[in-house]
């Protein structure tokens, strides 16, 4: 139960700090325009949106959370199996395309809601997968101490 709260986190934790992160960077960028030539004033420029970039909330706190989402993906891998951990996490990516489609306003094509579906269908799958190989494995730890 708690494998399944740290899961839960971390892929809130990553798709709201990936949603973010790139509502922070287009706030940025959208009003800038940055030629492509090395010379002083485009390294003028490249500072000027570093600066921006780091000091824009949005990008900050997207930041913070992929921080925390790859320290609660440590933990997870410490806990449970790559095999596991991996396709479960996975899940973030229909949230971000959720969130992205709500809050980016950006539009979701039929293949992109059917790739969504698929895996949803997929992390299902294998969590269900892994819940069975759990209760196995405490039912065969409860038999042994009888």
């Given at each position: 139960m708690r494998l399944t709260l740290i899961v839960v986190i971390a892929v809130l934790v990553q798709a709201l700090g990936n949603v973010l992160l790139g509502k922070g960077i287009k706030q940025v960028t959208s009003n800038l325009n940055i030629a492509v030539t090395l010379d002083?004033?485009?390294l003028e420029?490249?500072?000027a949106v570093i600066t921006l970039?780091?000091?824009n909330p949005s990008f900050i706190f997207g930041l913070v959370l992929l921080i925390a989402f790859f320290i609660l993906n440590l933990v997870?891998?410490?806990k449970a199996d790559l095999s596991y951990v991996m396709p479960v996490t996975s899940f973030s990516y229909v949230l971000i395309a959720v969130l992205a489609f709500f809050i980016l306003?950006?539009?979701?094509s039929a293949a992109q809601w059917i790739g969504?579906?698929?895996i949803s269908f997929g992390v299902l799958i294998v969590g269900?997968?892994?819940?069975?190989r759990m209760q196995?494995?405490?039912?065969n730890s409860e038999r042994r101490e009888e």
């Amino acid at each position: 139960m708690r494998l399944t709260l740290i899961v839960v986190i971390a892929v809130l934790v990553q798709a709201l700090g990936n949603v973010l992160l790139g509502k922070g960077i287009k706030q940025v960028t959208s009003n800038l325009n940055i030629a492509v030539t090395l010379d002083y004033i485009f390294l003028e420029k490249c500072l000027a949106v570093i600066t921006l970039t780091l000091s824009n909330p949005s990008f900050i706190f997207g930041l913070v959370l992929l921080i925390a989402f790859f320290i609660l993906n440590l933990v997870l891998l410490s806990k449970a199996d790559l095999s596991y951990v991996m396709p479960v996490t996975s899940f973030s990516y229909v949230l971000i395309a959720v969130l992205a489609f709500f809050i980016l306003e950006e539009r979701l094509s039929a293949a992109q809601w059917i790739g969504i579906t698929l895996i949803s269908f997929g992390v299902l799958i294998v969590g269900r997968n892994e819940l069975l190989r759990m209760q196995a494995k405490t039912l065969n730890s409860e038999r042994r101490e009888e």
